[in-house]
């Protein structure tokens, strides 16, 4: 009889380790650096070698501005021609959304990578206000690159991405925003002993190296 019960329990595990999964809070990794740092570029490997789902706030708001009928299209459009932060309300929603659709789909997929968030004080306010009792930040993945390597990289990234915005105008624009909006939140962050900093101006899998280092240990 004991035994009985014993093996009905074990046959349940699964469903039971997957009920705490969706009573699992997210397990978020912001990552943050200069445009063209690289995040994109190392969001998917981490993605294909460890359980986590990138979600990044630039594709969120491209996917907005494309989207049919989207209230928002315009008001995003301008923003990322100009280069500058888009209202955090629009950003918050957009991920909050894309965390609970990917939660729903598979109750397994609680973790995730947040590129290109938070980039100023605003987003980071509009993170704690919204989504403080509702994710749990790990860790800051910061990849550091001189601008000149970051101008670079967009430059080359822009003759075949159709990006509206890497080209020598926007982008002077996007590093003045990193510098003045995007690196103090880094700081703030770095005082709180959250930054893993990876130097991003080595090859792609060398950086993936340094990369696979940290969540081999953090997990
Ligand atoms: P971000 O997401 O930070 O804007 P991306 O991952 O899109 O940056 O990379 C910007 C451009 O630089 C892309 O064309 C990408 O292929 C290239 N790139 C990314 N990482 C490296 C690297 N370590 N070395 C050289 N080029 C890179
Ligand atoms: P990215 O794809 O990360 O290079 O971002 C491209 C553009 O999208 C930025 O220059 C901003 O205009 C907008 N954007 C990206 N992330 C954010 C964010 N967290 N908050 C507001 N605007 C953003």
Redesign the pocket.
Known sequence: MVLRSVFALYQQVPNILSRVAVMMKPQVVFVL???????????TKITENYSYTHL?A?DLLRGERAREGSEFGQLIDRHIKEGVIVPVEITINLLRKAMEETMKADEKKFRFLI??FPRNEDNLQGWSRVMDDKANVKFVLF?DCSNEV?ID??L??GQH?GRTDDNRESLQKRIQVYLQSTRPIIDQYEKQGMVRTVD?????D??FADVKAIFDKEG
């Open positions: 650096g200069g445009p063209g740092a690289g995040k994109g570029t190392q969001c990044s630039g590129d290109g990849f970051c990289r967009c080359e990234r991405s991003a101006s080595h090859k792609v060398e950086v």
